[in-house]
């Protein structure tokens, strides 16, 4: 038989196990005043979510601890120094103390609490559930927001219905005048009927992880690529990083900034290495954004001013010392990732400063060509940014299709991915949340995605990692085939609209960007050696250059990103060689849509008698020798070129295709030359210099039979266009 004191112990520790604050310690006199307070707590218990049958509450008391007093202190020790961290925050820091303590005591309903929160700020946060039922199990009464608690437990793991079990529990309980708190529940509330809806009609999408030469045992995120996924630049904290310091803060090494290339022939990444001193420092480092042709690299330094970006450029196959951006973007609040548009003319970027709508916007700037920076900043409106964060914008090359991460609109919890098309009146339209797996219940940042639309990169913590969270890219696929095309490859899957229900038809048409890359090496034509060259990208409707690049140096590289809809030309000078030009006519798409890559290497050739430079964006109209205005830029080259060699003689020529009568194709060649050469006379330049032939259709760059042997119409129209042709050759220097 129990003696009186241990009948009084047990029912105290009964009590303690069901969480009856100021009670444990009264001595029990009346054991109706006992059984009526049991009946109160069944009352509680029962008006909450059940989970499952209590189990007893063990505090860190040493009267429960008999025997084990050097135990016990060393755990009273260790919980009293992580409450201590726990309670300014650094969750991190304060886990490996909990731990110990949980290894001695996991029967202690407040430190289950304190551990649920340390493993939600951790990469294994999925389990934080298990931590903060079992605090609920010991002691309902543990924390007022432990069904807050619960329901953020089950919602980053997807279990919607119980999440939302336990936000409603807790919104019940909230005194109507905390609006914030009870807005604050509602959200997530809505998240969830949110992520309900975007699992129940999942993406199709493939996951993969890049591999032990991008990722490492060690954390890599935030990665950038170019248009061609040529390069991944990215965040690691690595053992490697310049310093090889840790952060006293959380006892990790600091960010360092790592480049990834291409392997030409095998199509996989070579090992990532440092980026270099020129970037990193000793302090956290990491990259913001990347130009389409992989050019210009954004970078940003937290710790500089409030957090600012900085601008480093590709130099002999080197990223230069990083030079901060102006006041307009760099502002004394902080400023984060940023992306610039293909004619980097447009810069978007993250900031914190006062005039936002929430707290951190999406901001535009316009480059000042008088001024030779960026404008003043634009926030992008509401449309766009919500009174919740936004966070790691990235224009696509096409120059219509902004992504971005937000905790506002249609989000399924915490930062999910958005996509927005710029209309023709220029305003960005309503955001699309992309869906399911993509986004998740946890947050989802720093996503890009390259020029044909079919592959995005990201970072993820995964089961397959290599190391804490690693970077991983996304193929996305079209709907499942049926039965009558399967033979056909898939298509890609859209991600601006969720799948829709498929019927059996031929053909699935799905969307892809309308975007052109032009890339390629220019080099010297006779050693073949790579030339820096100047490349302006030029609107020939509109009479403008509206970008102007640089080939690299070292490597001779060039990437040109051309959006639908325009007739390009493309200029390609350097000194000492004569000006090479391209044409590109989108605006017609001449019957090609969505996303096409080109390579083409292009030599330059030194300014020599005897050489002869196609000048591929001279126009005419049709049929005729008249000049079209979407000449000029070409002809003010030529001029250019004139007046710099002040003895050069030319010859004009001109050329047809094959097709027609030939006297009257020999006639109109000679008569489009001699329109050439007027210009260039009306424009200073002596006739004496100048000759003009027509050749007809006798010299064709692509033979009539070669023409029939092509299989579509389109390839046809191009090799005619080749034909159709002006021409200068030099005479005399």
């Given amino acids: 038989m129990l003696s009186g004191r241990k009948i009084q112990e047990e029912l105290i520790q009964r009590e303690r196990s069901r969480g009856i604050k100021n009670y444990c310690n009264e001595p029990i006199m009346d054991k109706f005043i006992v059984m009526k307070k049991i009946v109160c707590i069944l009352l509680i218990l029962i008006a909450q979510p059940s989970l499952f049958a209590q189990v007893r509450d063990i505090p860190l008391e040493k009267e429960f601890f008999e025997g084990r007093k050097d135990e016990f202190k060393e755990a009273k020790k260790n919980f009293e120094e992580g409450e201590k961290i726990f309670k300014i925050g650094n969750y991190e820091k304060a886990r490996p103390y909990f731990d110990k303590v949980y290894a001695f005591n996991p029967n202690y309903s407040k430190l289950n ?3 649920g929160y340390c493993v939600l700020s951790s990469n294994d946060k999925f389990k934080a559930i298990d931590f903060f039922k079992k605090a609920y199990e010991l002691n309902s009464g543990v924390a007022p927001e432990i069904s807050l608690c619960i329901g953020t437990g089950y919602h980053i ?83 490697d990083s310049w310093g090889g310091k840790k952060d006293p803060g959380d006892e990790k090494y600091f960010e360092d900034i790592y480049i990834g290339k291409r392997n030409e022939k095998t199509g996989e990444w070579d090992q990532a ?80 400063r006062q005039d936002g709508l929430g707290e951190k916007d999406i901001y535009v700037s316009y480059w000042d060509v008088a001024k030779n920076e960026w404008g003043p900043a634009k926030n992008l409106g509401s449309t766009i940014n919500t009174k919740y964060p936004e966070a790691s914008v990235f224009l696509h090359p096409d120059g219509k299709t902004l992504y971005f991460s937000s905790k506002g609109h249609n989000t399924m919890g915490g930062f999910d991915i958005f996509v927005s098309k710029r209309g023709e009146d220029g305003q960005w339209g309503k955001p699309q949340n992309l869906g399911y797996p993509i986004n998740s219940p946890d947050d989802d940042v720093f996503f890009v995605i390259n020029a044909s639309g079919r592959y995005g990169y990201y970072s993820s913590y995964r089961s397959d990692g290599l190391g804490e969270k690693d970077i991983y890219r996304i193929t996305f696929l079209g709907p499942e085939k049926q039965p009558l095309t399967s033979s056909e490859n898939n298509l890609l899957a859209s991600v601006f609209a969720p799948i829709k229900n498929i019927t059996i038809e031929p053909k699935v048409e799905v969307y892809t960007p309308d975007v052109t890359i032009l890339k390629g090496i220019v080099r010297d034509a ?19 250059i509206i970008a102007i690049m640089q080939s690299d140096a070292k490597t001779g590289a060039y990437l040109v990103s051309l959006p639908s809809g325009k007739n390009y030309g493309i200029a390609i000078e350097a000194e000492n060689y004569l000006f090479y030009s391209e044409n590109v006519d989108l605006s017609k798409m001449l019957g090609i849509k969505g996303y096409k890559e080109y390579e083409k290497n292009i030599d330059l ?39 710099e060699n002040a003895t050069m003689r030319i010859e004009i020529s001109g050329h047809t295709d094959q097709r027609g009568d030939t006297n009257a194709n020999q006639k109109l060649s000679e008569a489009r030359a001699k329109s050439v050469v007027n210009y260039l006379a009306k424009a200073g330049i002596a006739s004496n210099r100048l000759e003009f032939k027509g050749y007809g259709e006798s010299q064709p760059q692509v033979l009539e039979t070669d ?13 005619y266009q080749q034909n159709r042709r002006t021409e200068f050759k030099i005479l005399a220097l």
């Fill in 273 to 352: 290495q440092n980026i270099g001193p020129l970037i990193n420092t000793e302090d956290h480092d990491a990259p913001s954004g990347l130009s389409p042709d992989g050019k210009t690299l954004f970078i940003f330094y937290g710790w500089k001013g409030g957090g600012d970006i900085y601008q480093s450029d590709l130099m002999n196959d080197t990223y230069t010392k990083p030079v901060k951006l102006s006041d307009n973007i760099d502002s004394k609040a902080y400023e984060s990732s940023a992306s610039i548009s293909y004619d980097k003319k447009e810069l978007y970027f993250i900031s914190e």
């Fill in 707 to 719: 023409i029939k042997k092509m299989k579509t119409k389109t390839d046809k129209e191009n090799a």
């Fill in 605 to 643: 050739k030194k300014v020599e008698i005897g050489q002869i430079v196609v000048l591929r964006n001279i126009f005419y109209d049709t049929g005729k020798a008249t000049l079209r205005d979407a000449s000029k830029n070409e002809l003010e080259r030529l001029i250019k070129l004139l007046h």
């Fill in 113 to 115: 609490y304190y551990l």
């Fill in 157 to 239: 793991n997807g279990d919607w219905d119980n999440a939302l079990k336990f936000y409603e529990f807790y919104r019940k309980m909230l005194d109507p005048k905390n609006i914030g708190a009870i807005e604050s529940v509602k959200k997530k509330i809505a998240e969830c009927n949110t992520g309900k809806e975007l699992m129940a009609t999942p993406q199709r999408v493939w996951v993969d992880n890049l591999g032990a030469t991008i990722n490492s045992p060690f954390p890599e995120y935030a990665p950038l690529i170019s248009a061609d996924e040529s390069i991944v630049i990215f965040t690691s904290r690595r053992s």
């Fill in 526 to 544: 006779k050693t073949q050696q790579p030339v820096s060259a100047k490349i302006e990208l030029i609107d020939n409707e509109e009479d403008a």
